[in-house]
């Protein structure tokens, strides 16, 4: 499974865009890029997925260049409440019983939104 | 919006009793998960199960751990005799069935149950 890289933590404040970029040099053809949210006490939160190009949704956008070796997870205005930690995981398309339970969560981006 | 549900949402219990959480997935998903969460670390991977047996495990889920699927509503995980490193977020997790399709079904999941092992 491709390993990510991202940036440990991230401030901000109301109103602005948020993009966090997560690195993963040794994504495979199969792999999708899918982002996560998690705020203290609760259960990781599917955000956005993306296999190339640009992807949106009514909570984000989600930017993959050409090699697919990174990607950018954009948060237009930001609020308080969107203070919380942002994971990238690259992971295969699943099959049965395939590589999708075995998704590897990092460290993530520890993004604060101040007022 | 379907939702997953896991009791209790906090489990206190002693070194070496043994417990177990229980989850009910969304109900149109085939495939579950257990992660865990220590407390200010990742959020670790344990196991996922398909077709009423494991589909893959990681190298926490030992001999002690075991889940199941009692039902066509619950998944369960027990632990048959804790251990103070067990003291975690334990969070169950559901996903559809898209083998075949071009899209990557993403995990859902509950909002965990808190164990702690004294």
């Known amino acids: 499974l491709a390993k990510t890289t991202q940036p440990i933590s991230m401030d901000s404040y109301e109103g602005q865009e948020v993009n966090i970029t997560c690195s993963h040099n040794n994504i495979a053809t199969n792999d999708y890029i899918t982002w996560y949210q998690q705020f203290p006490s609760q259960g990781p939160r599917f955000i956005i997925q993306?296999?190339?190009t640009k992807v949106t949704n009514e909570v984000a956008s989600l930017f993959i260049p050409a090699d697919r070796k990174s990607s950018t997870l954009s948060l237009p205005r930001v609020s308080l409440s969107d203070t919380a930690v942002y994971y990238c995981?690259?992971?295969?398309?699943?099959?049965?019983?395939?590589?999708?339970?075995?998704?590897?969560f990092g460290k993530g981006t520890k993004l604060s939104v101040k007022p | 919006e379907p939702e997953v549900t896991q009791t209790p949402s906090h489990q206190v219990t002693q070194m070496g009793q043994e417990v177990i959480l229980r989850c009910v997935p969304i109900?149109?998903?085939?495939?579950f998960y257990w992660y865990r969460q220590i407390l200010g670390q990742k959020v670790e991977f344990l196991v996922s199960f398909y077709n009423n047996e494991i589909s893959e495990k990681s190298e926490i889920f030992d001999d002690q751990f075991s889940v199941e699927r009692p039902d066509g509503s619950n998944f369960t995980l027990k632990i048959r005799s804790t251990k103070l490193e067990d003291s975690a977020m334990y969070f169950c997790a559901s996903s559809e069935s898209l083998a075949g399709s071009s899209y990557n079904s993403p995990l859902h999941f509950g909002n965990g149950t808190r164990l702690t092992v004294t």
């Open positions: 109900s149109n998903h085939l495939y």
């Open positions: 995981l690259v992971g295969d398309i699943g099959n049965y019983g395939g590589s999708q339970g075995n998704l590897i």
């Open positions: 993306g296999y190339k």
